[in-house]
Each structure stands twice: as structure tokens, then as C-alpha cells.
């Protein structure tokens, strides 16, 4: 019986463009640290290789681990980036929501679900740490509190779309795929849920599908209509 659902944030219960963001986000992040010393093609660098290195994470380290393993290897003395991130994703990465679309409808579907019983888990490709997701969270009126789970870049060893990303939220809550339907808005990260069992549905206002891979096969619509069959859904 299903009576778990699981989201996406970015381009799904965060209306956005994703090309948008990350070009606001590397603004935000050389603003920050270009000023301390450090070379603003040196910072991108370090940030997309310590990112592919998340992305291609095999299970064996966090996504922590594996990001500043690979950002130290290109750019010397990060201790006052590290040591400054927390702060980062409070401040100066809000103004990151300048470039967003916040929905009223994200707040409506998790009030809806979670006054019907239902397991609410934010799927969110854990690229980032907590501070960074929480900040994303309250630009559609949204907290960690509504949710059973987050990943996060420090609670996971997978990325999407690999399999044991998802298999990983399963062994946490325990729950099993017939239990859950995942809801994002990019066909490969997550619509391959579906490969393990789960349901899924797919966010077609902010869609992502860089390698154009068919989606008609997914059950799909609007930000809008996850509201509706949310409405619909029996009580758990």
C-alpha cells in the first residue's frame, strides 16, 4: 500500500531553472571567496570536480567525503572554505532564490499528504550539505521538519541516478518500493526509482532531460495536478 512520497526539491517542489540556478549559485560562491585570496577559475574547477566526484560515488564514503577529497586535491588551504560553508548557505546563498519561482502549491501538497498520514521523504540529490538544503526549503515556505528524511551530502553515499541511492533511503526508513512513489521533475535521476519498484510521477512545469530521453511512459503533469491526485489519495 502506498503511504510513502518521496520529492524532488530543485525544478519540482522548487519551481526553477536548473541552468539559472547554478549560474546564480557560482556567482554567489565566488562573491564570497574570490575576496579571501582565492582564483575564481581555480573555486569553479574544484567545485565540478568535487561535484562529478558526488555524482560518481560508489557507496564506500559519504558524498562529504568524496567532494572535499576531490576539491582539496585542486586548490590549497581550504580549511577557511570549509570552516566558512555553514555560513555560506545562510547567507549569501539566498540570495540564490532571486532566480526561482516559488509555488504556493509546494507548502499545499505536503500539508495535504502529511494531514493524511502519509511518509513525506525529500529526495534531493545530495550535492549539498544540510544548510544548503534548508535554505532552499524556506523559499517555498518549506522546513527539514516536514520531512521523515533529506538527503544531504553527509547522510548519503549514492547520487542519483544510481540504484543504490534509492535503495539507501529504502534500508533507512524501511520501507519497501510498493510503499513509495517518487515525484521529480528529470526523467534519468528520478524516474529510474522505477527500476527498484517504486512508483513515480514526473514534474513536467521545470522538466530536465538533457540526454532527451522519451517520457512517455511516465505517468507525468503539473505541479498542479501532484496537488490534485494528492487530494485524491485515500487516508493512511
Known sequence: MLDTILFDLDGTLLPMDQNDFIKAYVTQLCRRYVPCGYDKDAIIKA?????AAMVKNDGTCTNEDRFWAAFDALLSDT???RSSIPSFYTTEFDAVKEIAAPSPLAREIVDTLRGKGYDL????NPLFPA?????RL????????????ITTYDNSTFCKPFPGYYQEILQKTGKTPAQC??????PLDDMSAAKLGLDVYLVTDYIENEKDLPIDAFPQGSLASVLAWSEALPEV
Open 121 to 124: 521523504i525529500l529526495a534531493t
Open 79 to 81: 580549511a577557511p572554505i
Open 181 to 186: 512513489r517518487m515525484v521529480g521533475n528529470n
Open 138 to 149: 524556506s523559499w517555498i515556505g518549506l522546513a527539514p521538519e516536514d520531512f521523515s528524511l
Open 131 to 135: 544548510e544548503g538544503v534548508r535554505t
Open 47 to 51: 567545485l565540478w570536480t568535487g561535484t
